[in-house]
């Protein structure tokens, strides 16, 4: 991960040692770079420099009020899924902020809010949503822009839990019949069909998948324009993967490559969403052991953060690289590959390692961050860095358990702040407090 590097086996973030944030803020704690934020954001903006695109972070990635100003300040708009997010990119983004509002079920209210609050364009997912935004916005006496997000029905398998452009999802327009949709639409009074959108799934590591469904939006953006709709926008959604093993991910030049040659061919303008490429590897989660423990030939690892604070390894079985912040003089500063399961060898012997599980201290057999690690021997007090926990991560976060949720803290340069402070009980009762009789 750029800007996370060891240096005399202590793990830095940018210039900052990251036992020091422990000492200061505890633990779990998330730890973001701006630098590292920055340079995603702005891999993309230059990848993609000659479509002059409006990227809209995706909130849902990580909403962080600070990391959605910096997101803004660095020339980004925003991509929301609810009225909460919303309003977080109101909060945090510049006023002329452009947001665009994807999901399946806008409520009236979301609809009616986004209106009055200078949203860019509707993701609109379904013909029952298109006419009812349409309904929302004639009794307001405006007109909505809308892009009508396309199904696009192709494979770029991610986990079944985050497909979105395979048959049968909830997401979008069927593509067989998203024309007929457009058709029922032309010269409505509430609304304008601006664009047409897709979001192929997350995280995707190929660039093939967009040049595919570019090739087919332009097909249907053909068809659109043949029906009378000015059609502006062209949306490819997000979705970009990111290194969590090793160096599989693409630079987001392979998908600019992919994309463009539909793109410059539509002569639409590119919006896109990214939130995990931009925030994923920006982010450790930091925690501290707690004990260890043997059982039934089995090794924990019992640290301080749990599922509820990074639920992504229980929830999709997704893969955290896993090491300690200070590790000892006879173990790898990193590891090659530390038990990767999708690696010809998952377990290969790594000098002084052996298999443990890192578990938290919630009351499921689910809570765990990693399973069967080759990892070096751990002991109470030992610092532990997830890496790659920036997106989906604290975003995720809940308190079950009636756990607290972790602070956050941003790193620039030899600074740092914290940018979330970490729940207290009464933020943990607050809706509760006052009903109590
Ligand atoms: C419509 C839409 N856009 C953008 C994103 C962001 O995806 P990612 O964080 O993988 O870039 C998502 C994620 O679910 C999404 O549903």
């Known amino acids: 991960m750029d800007h996370f590097d060891y240096r005399d086996r202590t793990l830095f973030c940018e210039d900052v040692p990251v036992p020091e944030l422990a000492a200061k803020y505890g633990t779990p704690l998330y730890v973001y770079s701006e630098a590292a934020l920055v340079q995603k954001l702005t891999e993309v903006q230059t990848a993609f420099a000659e479509a002059k695109p409006i990227i809209c972070y995706s909130v849902k990635a990580n909403?962080?009020?600070?990391?959605?100003?910096?997101?803004?300040?660095h020339g980004s708009g925003f991509d929301v899924t609810s009225q909460g997010e919303f309003q977080r990119a109101l909060t945090a983004g510049p006023e002329d902020s452009k947001i665009v509002f994807a999901g399946v079920g806008k409520t009236d209210t979301e609809i009616e809010f986004a209106l009055r609050n200078g949203v860019f364009l509707f993701d609109?997912?379904?013909?029952?949503?298109?006419?009812?935004?349409?309904?929302?916005?004639?009794?307001?006496?405006?007109?909505?822009n809308v892009a009508l997000r396309v199904n696009p029905d192709l494979p770029p398998k991610t986990h079944v839990k985050t497909d979105t452009s395979v048959k049968g999802v909830k997401f979008g327009l069927d593509i067989e019949t998203i024309v007929d949709v457009a058709m029922g639409v032309v010269g409505h009074a509430g609304l304008s069909v601006v664009g047409l959108h897709m979001h192929?799934?997350?995280?995707?590591?190929?660039?093939?998948?967009?040049?595919?469904?570019?090739?087919?939006?332009?097909?249907?953006?053909?068809?659109?324009?043949?029906?009378?709709?000015?059609?502006?926008?062209?949306?490819?959604?997000?979705?970009?993967?990111?290194?969590?093993?090793?160096?599989?991910?693409?630079p987001a030049s392979a998908f600019?490559?992919?994309?463009?040659?539909?793109?410059?061919?539509?002569?639409?303008?590119?919006?896109?969403?990214?939130?995990?490429?931009?925030?994923?590897?920006?982010?450790?989660?930091?925690?501290?052991v707690l004990y260890t423990k043997a059982t039934g030939g089995k090794h924990y690892i019992i640290q301080d953060a749990a599922m509820n604070d990074l639920i992504r390894p229980t929830l999709y079985g997704s893969f955290h690289r896993i090491w300690p912040v200070n590790p000892a003089a006879d173990v790898p500063v990193t590891p090659d590959v530390n038990g990767d399961p999708d690696d010809p060898q998952p377990f290969r012997d790594m000098p002084n390692c052996f298999k443990q599980d890192v578990v938290g201290p919630v009351c499921e057999s689910g809570d765990?961050?990693?399973?069967?690690?080759?990892?070096?021997?751990?002991?109470?007090?030992?610092?532990?860095?997830?890496?790659?926990?920036?997106?989906?991560?604290?975003?995720?976060?809940?308190?079950?358990?009636?756990?607290?949720?972790?602070?956050?803290?941003?790193?620039?340069?030899?600074t740092h702040r914290l940018i979330r402070r970490r729940e207290s009980f009464a933020d943990l009762v607050a809706c509760e407090a006052d009903c109590l009789t």
């Open 200 to 250: 192929l799934g997350s995280p995707i590591l190929k660039a093939d998948p967009y040049r595919m469904g570019a090739e087919k939006g332009l097909a249907l953006i053909k068809q659109f324009r043949a029906q009378g709709h000015d059609i502006k926008y062209l949306n490819m959604g997000g979705g970009f993967g990111i290194n969590y093993r090793k160096d599989e991910a693409k």
């Open 63 to 73: 909403g962080n009020l600070s990391i959605c100003r910096l997101m803004g300040k």
């Open 256 to 288: 600019a490559d992919a994309i463009m040659p539909a793109l410059r061919e539509s002569g639409c303008q590119l919006i896109l969403e990214p939130g995990r490429f931009i925030v994923g590897n920006s982010a450790i989660l930091l925690s501290r």
């Open 124 to 144: 609109v997912e379904s013909e029952q949503e298109l006419h009812n935004i349409g309904k929302v916005a004639n009794g307001l006496g405006v007109k909505a």
């Open 368 to 414: 765990y961050l990693a399973k069967d690690r080759p990892l070096p021997g751990a002991k109470r007090g030992d610092l532990l860095a997830a890496f790659s926990a920036g997106a989906y991560g604290m975003a995720m976060a809940s308190n079950y358990n009636s756990r607290v949720r972790a602070a956050e803290v941003l790193v620039t340069g030899r």
